[in-house]
Structure formats: structure tokens, C-alpha cells
């Protein structure tokens, strides 16, 4: 018996490799190679086509890019627009909070409104807004239905600038409103209940408790406004007030031959604003998930850099290998 199993024939004949020696090869992913092949070539012609078709005509685009005309109309843009988005919101907390109220008063005015300034088209708002004197040439303050102490004529009121705002202001506010709401009732029920329980005030609960958390949910919905804000800054052109857009159209009609050019110079500044709210919106969200995250977003410098040192160690390892 024990001589059979001395000479037995061992199963393998081969010796295992060390393990320093075996290397994993990575999983292999063609489609997306070849779809990142096609979307690079697609997008080399599209910037190939835009450095070279002459119809662009970016000798006048550098002209007209940092002209007075256009840069006045620049900072109309940012004066509509900073005024509309802080009106707007607090409109916005307003009617949210209204909504939300045990009032069946407040929740019904606030409910049409909202629903009335969703369903009309801001240019229709604005037109009605520029005529207005039409239907009331004076305003008063006084007792309701009774005489009137302080009387405004509403043609000096009513400038450009004030049609503007206030017509760009009532409609941002109804969306803002939702976005508000939103964000509230995103708060966990226990927040509240818990906040009851202590005893606090209403007051101290909201600005305290609720909003500082509900912040984290309306803050991404509410640069989306903002950035549809600045892009619809360009209708209060038909209010008579020049603004980026304004401009824009105003020197196309003077030089018709430089309409594409304004038109590119217009693109660009726009990208620029909305850029930079993007860059804004990621650090006020990163500012917000303390707290709520255990580790908070890499910011793109940090991204970068993470690259480049995933990028090393990947070259020394392929080197030692």
C-alpha cells in the first residue's frame, strides 16, 4: 500500500507562478473607445470650423467685445438682474411660507398667484407692465375705498428700469416660491417635531432649523432660476431698456454687417455670467453639506490635482511591472 502511493504519479506537473510575477489585466471597454474617438473628432471640426469660417469675422468680435455700448449694456444686465433675484426670492419665501400657512386665505392668494404668473409669458408681463399708465395714470395711498392721502403719477414712476425689475421680480417670485417650498418640505418631519418639543418660537424654528437645512435642497434649484434669470434679462430690450441684449440688437441694426460678431459677443458674455454662478453655486452647496456629509465635494483644483497623482502612480507601477 505504501509503495503504490510513493509512486503515484503527481495531478500537475507544472508549478504555480509566483505571485509577483501573475499581473491582472484591465477590463476592456472598445465602445467607449471608439465613442470617445468619434465624440473628439466631431468636436476638433466643430472648433475647426468656428477658428476658421471667415463668415465669424473674429477680428470685429475682439472689436466689439469690450466697447463702452456693450459694456454699459453689461451692467444694466447685472443691475436687472441682482435686483430681480433678491426681490424675487423674498417674494419667493413669502408666498411659500403663505402656502404652507393653517391660513385658507393665504394659501388660496398665494396659490393664484403663483399659478397666474406661471401661466403667462414674462414678455406678456412685462408689455402690460410698460403700459400700465394706460390704466392707471395715478397711484394713491390712502384709507381702502376712501379718501387718499399721498397721490404718484405712475408715468414718473414707472421708468424703464422700474418696469423692468418689478415685471422680471413678480415672475421670478412665483417660481422661486415652489423652489422655497420645495426645499422646506424636504426637511425631515423629526426636525420639526423636535423643535416643537423644545418650546421654540415659530420664528426661531424657520431661521434657525428649517431653512439653514432646506437651503441644501433649494440652493441647486434656485441658481437654475438665476441662470435662466440672466437669459431672460434680455426681453426687457422690448420695455425700451438696453441692456446686454439691447445693445447687441441696437448696434446690429447701426452696423448690419456686424450682426454675427455682436451676436457672438453677446453668447460669450452671457457664458461668462452663467459660469461664474455655476462656480459660485458649487461652493455655497459645499458650504451647506457640512454636516450632512462625511467628507465634503473635492473642489476642481483638488480634482486636478488628485488626477495628475493618480496619473503618477499609475506610470511608476506600469514602469515597475
Not at 92 to 103: K, M, N, Q, Y
Not at 179 to 187: A, D, F, P, Q, T
Amino acid at each position: 500500500m505504501s509503495e503504490s502511493l510513493g509512486s503515484a504519479v503527481p495531478l500537475s506537473t507544472t508549478e504555480p507562478r509566483p505571485a509577483a510575477a501573475q499581473r491582472v489585466l484591465p477590463l476592456r471597454h472598445p465602445g467607449r473607445w471608439i465613442a470617445s474617438a468619434i465624440v473628439l473628432v466631431v468636436v476638433t471640426q466643430i472648433v475647426h470650423g468656428l477658428a476658421t469660417n471667415p463668415f465669424f469675422q473674429w477680428d470685429r468680435f475682439q472689436y466689439w467685445f469690450l466697447r463702452p455700448t456693450i459694456l454699459d449694456g453689461l451692467l444694466i444686465t447685472l443691475e436687472v438682474t441682482l435686483y430681480s433675484a433678491v426681490l424675487g426670492l423674498l417674494g419667493g419665501i413669502l408666498l411659500a411660507l403663505a402656502r404652507l400657512s393653517e391660513s385658507p386665505v393665504l394659501r388660496a392668494v398665494s396659490w393664484v398667484y403663483i399659478w397666474l404668473f406661471r401661466s403667462v409669458p414674462l414678455i406678456v408681463v412685462l408689455l402690460f407692465l410698460y403700459n400700465f399708465s394706460a390704466l392707471y395714470k395715478t397711484l394713491s395711498l390712502g384709507v381702502p375705498f376712501g379718501p387718499a392721502f399721498l397721490t404718484f403719477d405712475e408715468s414718473r414712476l414707472a421708468t424703464d428700469m422700474v418696469v423692468a425689475v418689478v415685471g422680471l421680480s413678480l415672475n421670478e417670485a412665483a417660481y422661486a416660491a415652489e423652489v422655497v417650498r420645495g426645499g422646506i418640505l424636504s426637511v425631515d418631519q423629526g426636525q420639526h417635531e423636535a423643535a416643537s418639543a423644545l418650546g421654540l418660537p415659530k420664528s426661531y424654528q424657520f431661521t434657525r432649523i428649517v431653512f439653514p437645512q432646506a437651503l441644501r435642497s433649494i440652493t441647486p434649484n434656485y441658481v437654475n432660476q438665476l441662470i435662466g434669470l440672466i437669459k431672460g434679462t434680455s426681453l426687457v430690450f422690448y420695455v425700451s431698456l438696453l441692456d446686454l441684449f439691447g445693445s447687441v440688437q441696437s448696434m446690429g441694426s447701426t452696423y448690419p454687417g456686424d450682426i454675427v460678431p455682436l451676436l457672438l459677443v453677446a453668447t460669450a458674455w452671457y457664458l461668462i455670467l452663467t459660469s461664474v454662478v455655476s462656480v459660485v453655486q458649487f461652493y455655497v452647496e459645499r458650504y451647506f453639506s457640512r454636516g450632512a456629509l462625511r467628507s465634503l465635494p473635492p473642489t476642481p483644483l483638488q480634482k486636478v490635482r488628485t488626477g495628475l497623482r493618480d496619473l503618477r502612480a499609475r506610470v511608476r507601477k506600469e514602469a515597475a511591472i
